[in-house]
C-alpha cells in the first residue's frame, strides 16, 4: 500500500464550479499536511498546508484534514482555467515529506 | 531572493558516465531534500539532509550519493549514470519545527537524460 494515495482523475469541471480532490494516508503519525500545484513542466508550488483537525480557508482554497480517517481533501471554489494543473497532496512524518501521485485537474471554459 | 536554486537545469548523459547535481538555497533553512519525478509516480525522495552535517536515504537512494556542503548547498552525484535514472530532479528545503515539518520551497528542476 501506498502511503499516500490521491483520487487518481483527471477530474475535468466547468468554469466557475467547486472541484473536489481526495487524499488518504497510511502512517498515522503523520503530522503535517500540504497541497501543491503543478503545472506542466514546472515545479510544485504550495497552495496550501494544514496541521490540525478541520478546514483552513485560503481564497478560494479550503484544505479538510480528517486524522481519524487518515483523510486529506482540498476543494477549488469558482474554478478557473488557471486552476488547471496536477495537483499533489504530500504528508510528512518527521523530517520526511511524502507525495501522492497528483490528481490532474482541467477546467473548462 | 532566489529561493532554491538549481543547476544545470538540462543534462544528456551517457551510460556510465558521471555527474554532480547541484542545489543552493538562501533562506537559511535546516532541512534539504533531493527528490526524483517520473511521468505518473508523483515525486519520490532519493536523500534528505536534516541539518548541516546528517544526511539520510529516502526511498530511492540506490545509484545516488549526496553531500550536504554546508548550510545553504547539497550536491547530488550519480556516479556511473543508467537509462533508468533518466527523470526531473528536484531540491527541496523546508524548516521542520516542533508541530512539523514546514512547506518545503522547489528550485526548478534538473532534467536529465541518461542515454
Known amino acids: 500500500q501506498k502511503e499516500v494515495e490521491q483520487n487518481s482523475g483527471p477530474l475535468s469541471v466547468p468554469e466557475g464550479a467547486i472541484a473536489s480532490l481526495n487524499c488518504t494516508y497510511s502512517?498515522?503519525?503523520?503530522?503535517?499536511f500540504f497541497w501543491y500545484r503543478q503545472y506542466s513542466g514546472k515545479s510544485p508550488e504550495l497552495i496550501m498546508f494544514?496541521?490540525?483537525?478541520g478546514d483552513k480557508e485560503d481564497g478560494r482554497f479550503t484544505a479538510q484534514l480528517n486524522k481519524a480517517s487518515q483523510y486529506v481533501s482540498l476543494l477549488i471554489r469558482d474554478s478557473q482555467p488557471s486552476d488547471s494543473a496536477t495537483y499533489l497532496c504530500a504528508v510528512s512524518v518527521d523530517y520526511k515529506l511524502s507525495f501522492g501521485a497528483g490528481t490532474t485537474v482541467t477546467v473548462r471554459a | 531572493n532566489a529561493g532554491v536554486t538549481q543547476t544545470p537545469k538540462f543534462q544528456v548523459l551517457k551510460t556510465g558516465q558521471s555527474m554532480t547535481l547541484q542545489c543552493a538555497q538562501d533562506?537559511?533553512?535546516?532541512?534539504m531534500y533531493w527528490y526524483r519525478q517520473d511521468p505518473g509516480m508523483g515525486l519520490r525522495l532519493i536523500y534528505y539532509s536534516a541539518s548541516e552535517g546528517t544526511t539520510d536515504k529516502g526511498e530511492v537512494p540506490n545509484g545516488y550519493n549526496v553531500s550536504r556542503l554546508n548550510k545553504r548547498e547539497f550536491s547530488l552525484r550519480l556516479e556511473s549514470a543508467a537509462p533508468s535514472q533518466t527523470s526531473v530532479y528536484f531540491c527541496?528545503?523546508?524548516?521542520?519545527?516542533?508541530?512539523?515539518?514546514?512547506?518545503?520551497?522547489f528550485g526548478d528542476g534538473t532534467r536529465l537524460s541518461i542515454l
Open positions: 502512517d498515522r503519525g503523520s503530522q503535517s
Open positions: 527541496a528545503s523546508s524548516e521542520f519545527q516542533g508541530v512539523g515539518n514546514q512547506p518545503q520551497h
Open positions: 533562506m537559511n533553512h535546516n532541512s
Open positions: 494544514i496541521y490540525s483537525n
